[in-house]
């Protein structure tokens, strides 16, 4: 039965060693077989041609390789960015994004089914927390796209873990992703080139800092005071915006890497004279990057996007009279609902 067989995309280099050496192979086949999952991305093990039948016979008796059931493929007619809607092996959904940008092909994937953080005005959180991501989920969704993208000669530059879930409350499995997906007997994706997005778990910061992967953060801010943070992003009553401080400082002091800020723009919730003033403020003590994101309207509830002028009003002030590095985020794909983090609207097919 294939669900008491070894899922081969879970096991760093070593467990794999490990397990190809105690079905009577060689050391060396394991990095072998490392290289056909990771660098290579063979969908069988029986693809692995330089194995012998024998070695793949038994590897495919004990262990094979899990796949994504690609249920839904949409394209935007405007900007040519893609929604992908995965079925996993228990019928949960999760969906993944890529964004093309010139040259630049980023993929946005998902770390959990739902999100437990359930922030006021997120379409994955107001649809709950099912459970974390495999590992062999999280690299499938990179899998499986560029598989797609080779066929056509091209290939994914930048990962961004920005899509379902809160990729620091699943650690474990996206530690052990970020370090396979930028090994170099894997995709070798620089680590530079892989950003998470949080809603600004500390301990997940620490982590990162402790295991020195100094990969991108992009930190979901959307409000510079507990009491309004409190309200949108409810996990801030646990790391409250002090503490989310002084780690940040910490990691960029350590990583030397630029911090990316997401703040969305919600109409007379968080973009005030004064609200755009303590933003500037608190923005001012880092090498950072602001991204705002006007509201997307996308759950029942009494929020609203800002009028164009107010939006305006607020990105001026910050960019002329701070001098923030500020941009007002390109919606890319908002005919097929691609946002990331607005994912899983329509598709839900549970
Ligand atoms: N959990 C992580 C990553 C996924 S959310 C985090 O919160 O950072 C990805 C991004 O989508 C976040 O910046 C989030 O704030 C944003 N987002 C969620 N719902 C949105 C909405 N309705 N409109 C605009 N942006 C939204
Ligand atoms: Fe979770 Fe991010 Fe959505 Fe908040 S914005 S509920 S942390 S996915």
Redesign the pocket.
């Known amino acids: 039965m294939e669900n008491l067989k070894k899922e081969l995309l879970n096991l760093n280099e070593k467990e794999l060693t490990d397990l190809v050496v105690s079905l009577g192979m060689k050391k060396f086949n394991g990095k072998q077989i490392y290289g056909w999952l990771h660098s290579k991305i063979a969908r069988n093990v029986h693809d692995m041609t330089n194995l012998s039948l024998k070695s793949r016979e038994v590897l495919a008796e004990h262990a094979y390789i899990p796949l994504l059931n690609l249920l839904n493929h949409q394209v935007s007619k405007k900007d040519g960015t893609e929604k992908f809607l995965f079925g996993l092996q228990d019928g949960n959904t999760i969906e993944t994004v890529l964004l093309k940008h010139k040259e630049r092909i980023t993929i946005c994937i998902s770390s959990q089914v739902g ?1 437990p ?1 359930k ?1 006021a ?4 959180g107001a649809s709950g927390f099912e459970r974390n991501l495999d590992v062999h989920e999280i690299l499938n969704q990179v899998y499986t796209v560029e598989r797609r993208l080779r066929n056509k000669g091209e290939t994914i530059n930048n990962i961004v ?7 620091f409350l699943n650690i474990e499995n996206l530690i052990k992703s970020i370090r396979i997906l930028s090994d170099e007997n894997g995709l070798n994706i620089s680590k530079r080139k892989i950003t998470v ?3 600004g778990i500390v301990t997940g910061i620490e982590r990162l800092l402790e295991e020195k992967l100094p990969v991108g953060l ?1 930190i ?1 801010l ?1 409000a510079v005071d507990n009491e309004k943070r409190n309200m949108l992003v409810p996990i801030n009553k646990k790391y409250p915006l002090e503490d989310l401080f002084s780690t940040l400082v910490q990691y960029q002091r350590a990583t030397n890497r630029r911090i990316t800020f ?1 703040y ?1 723009l919600i109409k007379e919730v968080n973009v005030s004279q004064g609200d755009a003033e303590v933003l500037a403020n608190f923005i001012h003590s880092f090498d950072h990057a602001l991204n705002l ?1 006007p ?5 029942d509830n009494e929020f609203e996007r800002p009028s164009q002028k107010k939006i305006e009003k607020f990105y001026n002030y910050l960019k002329n009279d701070r001098k923030v590095n500020v941009i007002i985020r390109g919606e890319k794909g908002t005919d097929i609902d691609g ?4 994912l899983r609207r329509r598709n839900v097919t549970k």
Do not use: D, K, R
Request: hydrophobic share 40%; aromatic share 10%.
């Open positions: 999100c953080v922030c005005f997120c379409a994955t873990f920005m899509g379902m879930g809160e990729p997005s949080t809603s992009a979901s959307h997401e969305i994101i509201y997307n309207p996308v759950l946002a990331c983090g607005q």
